[in-house]
Antibody, heavy 118, light 106 residues
């Protein structure tokens, strides 16, 4: 069974960089695309970006200048970095497997709340 | 960017009712439309993909239809566990979600 688990700081200061890691078990990170989705408190879902181990990636245009998704195949993990954060970046961040052939997210982590505050 | 608009944003219904949620795309997305269910404090769960294909393990009371710009999710004979928020998501051009439809108990 594929499982994903987010980890990282729950509090980030404004203007700093948010960093999260997703550890994948039950599947090789080389076999699929991997993605981040976020959800501000009480609001809807927003796709952040995805990456394949070859380096193929794509990002939400509204976040593209600040976002990097990277993969560590040795650790079977992938990561999110979001720079110059503001309070608007406060959200639950989910990592998920993106099944590119039919365009859906089929396995999700439990989510990690990241609050941007001084 | 392709915008996804769901309606209604809120719906109240009773156990046993039939409910339909609609999702409209700002341009044609063919059948590149997926539906998710999310319960409070939980990650979304995939229900239907490519507009009408039921994900493995999802009850048959969930039905998806549509193509092009107009789609719908129908739940027949609502069960207590179906009260949740539902999202559509397109994958035709990048990825975007609808704003969600909260299904509440009447």
């Amino acid at each position: 069974q594929v499982q994903l688990q987010e980890s990282g700081p729950g509090l980030v200061k404004p203007s700093e960089t948010l960093s999260l890691t997703c550890t994948v078990s039950g599947a090789s990170i080389r076999s699929h695309y991997w993605s981040w989705i976020r959800q501000p408190p009480g609001k809807g879902l927003e796709w952040v970006g995805f990456m394949y181990y070859t380096g193929t990636s794509n990002y939400n245009p509204s976040l593209k200048s600040r976002v990097t998704v990277s993969l560590d195949t040795a650790k079977n993990q992938f990561s999110l970095r979001l720079s110059s954060v503001t309070a608007a970046d406060t959200a639950v961040y989910y990592c998920a497997r993106y099944y590119v052939y039919t365009g859906y997210f089929d396995y999700w982590g439990q989510g990690a709340l990241v609050t941007v505050s001084s | 960017d392709i915008q996804m608009t769901q309606s209604p944003s809120f719906v109240s219904a009773s156990v046993g009712d039939r409910v339909t949620i609609t999702c409209r795309a700002s341009q044609s997305i063919r059948s590149n439309l997926n539906w998710y269910q999310q319960k409070p404090g939980r990650a979304p769960k995939l229900l239907i993909y490519t507009a009408s294909t039921l994900q493995s393990g999802v009850p048959s009371r969930f039905t998806g239809s549509g193509s092009g710009t107009d789609f719908s999710l129908t739940i027949t004979s609502l069960q207590a566990e179906d009260f949740a928020t539902y999202y559509c998501q397109q994958s035709s051009s990048l990825l975007t979600f609808g704003q969600g439809t909260k299904l509440e108990i009447k």
